[in-house]
T-cell receptor, first 111, second 114 residues
């Protein structure tokens, strides 16, 4: 069965620090990859997505992610976080009609 | 605001009861997906409908069922509720079924079973 692993359960960092969240998936075929963010009390919003082409994908709010096929990874990065980036981040992999989510990483940014 | 609406926002009920959650997709979207988010299971895909027909099934219990109506809104029916069914239930919609379609999520219905 396909699975999505997010390595960090909770990350705490200070404003202006760099952020990297790891995501690995187990499916070996063609996949579509996503990062979603859920701000406190809000619905899931798409940060970025990868389908094909340039493996370095830029999303909204200064986020980017790199798809490394050989490592089955799709890590999310942001060079300098802000307090408003405090949220839960979910990696997701699409196969057929099903979107499988990782367990999520809670990011807390201290001012 | 994603354009996907869900009602009610909160629902508190007792074990053994039955509830119905409602989702209205974005205007023009034909596909509706249901997800359950709980602390122990994370975000789990339940079921997908496309233009009124069931398209894919995930980890949906037999006590749960869904349907999509001609006006494209969808309902998720949860019966014989158990304490463990307490969770946030999201629906999402996309224009079609293509792999590249982004799913737009609603605000969720928080179900508490006492």
């Amino acid at each position: 069965a396909q699975s999505v692993s997010q390595h960090n359960h909770h990350v705490i960092l200070s404003e202006a620090a760099s952020l990297e969240l790891g995501c690995n998936y187990s499916y070996g075929g063609t996949v579509n990859l996503f990062w979603y963010v859920q701000y406190p009390g809000q619905h899931l919003q798409l940060l970025l997505k990868y389908f094909s082409g340039d493996p370095l994908v830029k999303g909204i709010k200064g986020f980017e992610a790199e798809f490394i096929k050989s490592k089955f990874s799709f890590n999310l990065r942001k060079p300098s976080v802000q307090w408003s980036d405090t949220a839960e981040y979910f990696c997701a992999v699409r196969n057929d009609y099903k979107l499988s989510f990782g367990a999520g990483t809670t990011v807390t940014v201290r001012a | 605001d994603s354009g996907v609406t869900q009602t009610p926002k909160h629902l508190i009920t007792a074990t053994g009861q039955r509830v119905t959650l409602r989702c209205s997709p974005r205007s023009g979207d034909l596909s509706v997906y249901w997800y359950q988010q709980s602390l122990d299971q994370g975000l789990q895909f339940l079921i997908q409908y496309y233009n009124g027909e069931e398209r894919a099934k995930g980890n949906i219990l037999e006590r749960f069922s869904a349907q999509q109506f001609p006006d494209l809104h969808s309902e998720l029916n949860l019966s014989s509720l158990e304490l463990g069914d307490s969770a946030l239930y999201f629906c999402a919609s996309t224009p079609g079924t293509a792999e590249y379609n982004e799913q737009f999520f609603g605000p969720g219905t928080r179900l508490t079973v006492l």
